[in-house]
């Protein structure tokens, strides 16, 4: 995606599954598959070649696998990381799925900040909001809830989430179930709860509406996304790799 998130960047090409019967594995069916693609991205302008999709560098089979968002392979996945590495990709992001029971009888984090923060701001909901191309992309065809906690006095919101249905995993997850995306809090407005007061308060919103599990990803590098989910009641359930091709202009064929 471009910075504008208006159309593809082709610098960086994905590939964005590979997936082999289970019958027909250890044959090189795999490598050739992986071949073909590095060779495809090459001949559209691909200076790199990553190996699992992420935010903002994920085409196709967007939370198809991995839960509401893309996050590389799963970790659970024990087949991926050995195969990439005999095909000499490296671990180049890290992603962490987190999830939270809403189910009845959990109780909701509780204390003074939550509480202080409640007493000077208000939950604003938005069914739709004009978003990007890539979000429409991606997104666009699912339920979705933007979600924003305000200040009583005015201004800009102090801290926004959206929200997507993830209904189509009921089944597998035994659970009605929302994906949380997109988390953001204004630099001026971090280390002071409203992060977290926005999570609890979406999370008891959603949960009136028969929803009983929440997931959220989250960058192994971002700490304070990381620190904002689990002091909301979430827990880390899964991890996602996605690796980089080696820099070996021999990959590709004439």
């Known amino acids: 995606m471009n910075e504008p998130q208006t159309w593809l960047a082709k610098d960086e090409g994905v590939i964005g599954a590979v ?12 490598r050739e598959l992986v071949h073909q693609a590095e060779n495809y991205l090459h001949r559209w302008g691909s200076q790199k070649i990553f190996a699992g999709s992420s ?3 994920d085409p196709f089979y967007c939370g198809l696998y991995g839960g509401s968002q893309s996050a590389g392979f799963l970790e659970s996945d024990r087949a991926a990381a050995p195969f990439f590495a005999r095909l000499g990709y490296v671990s ?16 909701d984090p509780v204390g003074i900040r939550i509480v202080t923060v409640r007493r000077g701001t208000r939950l604003s909901t938005l069914g739709r909001e004009p978003t990007s191309w890539w979000w429409e992309t991606r997104y666009g ?16 919101p102090l801290a926004k989430v959206s929200v997507i249905d993830l ?11 929302v994906g949380l995306l997109d988390l953001y809090v204004a630099e001026a407005n971090r280390n002071k709860g409203y992060g977290q007061t926005l999570l609890v308060e979406v999370c008891r919103r959603v949960r009136g509406d028969m929803v009983q599990l929440a997931e959220a990803h989250a960058a192994a590098e971002d700490l304070g996304a990381i620190a904002v989910l689990e002091s909301s009641g979430f827990h880390e359930i899964d991890a996602g790799v996605v690796y980089r091709a080696p820099c070996n202009p021999t990959w590709f064929w004439p």
């Open 92 to 107: 180049h992001e890290r992603h962490l799925v987190f999830q939270r029971s809403l189910s009845n009888g959990v109780a």
């Open 19 to 30: 997936m082999v019967h289970p019958h027909s594995r250890r044959q090189g069916i795999g």
């Open 55 to 57: 935010n903002r560098r």
């Open 167 to 177: 209904d189509r995993y009921r089944n597998s997850w035994k659970a009605r179930a």
């Open 141 to 156: 065809r699912l339920d979705a809830l933007h979600f924003s906690l305000i200040s009583k006095a005015g201004g800009n």
